[in-house]
């Protein structure tokens, strides 16, 4: 068995990188955009992780759409693209985080018991 401060040493080094991983990870979740389009390609949405929408694109199509479809479409556009960032960013926090994901996504939706 290595001595105390091989051990020490060891730590440290294994701290440093799980540090780089957060930093690179935080800057990646930054740049993070979630994106669906609609079965039909007429509803475009971009989001981010939070769910915020950034871009939303309806073609000429789209407005065929009675109100009420529109509406819908839309809706349904968001959630997917919303559920593809939030994919997207499991993706990058799992290596990290690895068994604390779920606990970790339930503190942030303000669900930790």
């Known amino acids: 068995m290595g001595s105390h401060q091989e051990r020490v040493e060891q730590m440290l080094r294994s701290f440093e990188e799980r540090v780089q991983q957060i930093s690179k990870a935080r800057d990646k979740l930054r740049e993070l955009r979630g994106s669906a389009r ?30 009420t479809a529109l509406q819908q479409d839309i809706l349904k556009t968001i959630r997917l693209a919303t559920a593809n960032a939030a994919q997207q ?9 690895g068994e604390h994901l779920a606990e970790a996504k339930q503190a942030m939706n303000g669900t930790a018991e």
């Open 38 to 67: 609609s079965g039909d390609g007429a509803i475009t949405v971009t989001v981010s992780p939070a769910g915020a929408v950034l871009d939303l694109r309806l073609s000429p199509d789209a407005m065929k759409r009675s109100h």
């Open 89 to 97: 960013m499991d993706t990058e926090l799992e290596p990290i985080l």
